[in-house]
């Protein structure tokens, strides 16, 4: 399984984004999908997580109210719409699917993530 993420780039504080994450088979239709990020010299963090049966969702945070992770059965397609955003949130953001359905206060653990996607690079700054 391949994962795709795309959508990064650069944004003024305040500004939004929506990252998005294929998958190169339906690995969506069941399990979690979740975006973490990673700066340099800094350990990859939770972001958002999604569950894909129920879309019950778990945020971290530092993100929570400014985020909202969703997926779209159809498309097979995960998103991550970001508004509000602030320099900190600069990182690469990377998707990962795990196919088994953890409960949400699993999510944020890198280690139950099988598939990770080659990261999308988001800065902001004016």
């Known amino acids: 399984v391949q994962l795709q993420a795309s959508g990064g780039g650069l944004v003024q504080p305040g500004g939004s984004l929506r990252l998005s994450c294929a998958a190169s088979?339906?690995?969506?239709?069941?399990?979690?999908t979740a975006w973490f990020r990673q700066t340099p010299g800094k350990e990859r963090e939770f972001v958002a997580a999604?569950?894909?049966?129920?879309?019950?969702?778990r945020y971290a945070d530092a993100v929570k109210y400014r985020s909202i992770i969703s997926r779209d059965r159809i498309q097979n397609m995960a998103y991550l719409q970001m508004n509000s955003l602030r320099p900190e949130d600069t990182a690469v953001y990377y998707c990962?699917?795990?196919?088994?359905?953890?409960?949400?206060?699993?999510?944020?653990?890198?280690?139950?993530?099988?598939?990770w996607g080659q990261g999308t690079l988001v800065t902001v700054s004016s």
């Open positions: 990962a699917v795990t196919p088994k359905n953890y409960n949400t206060g699993s999510h944020s653990r890198e280690d139950i993530y099988h598939y």
């Open positions: 088979e339906r690995t969506f239709k069941y399990g979690v």
């Open positions: 999604i569950r894909w049966n129920d879309g019950h969702t």
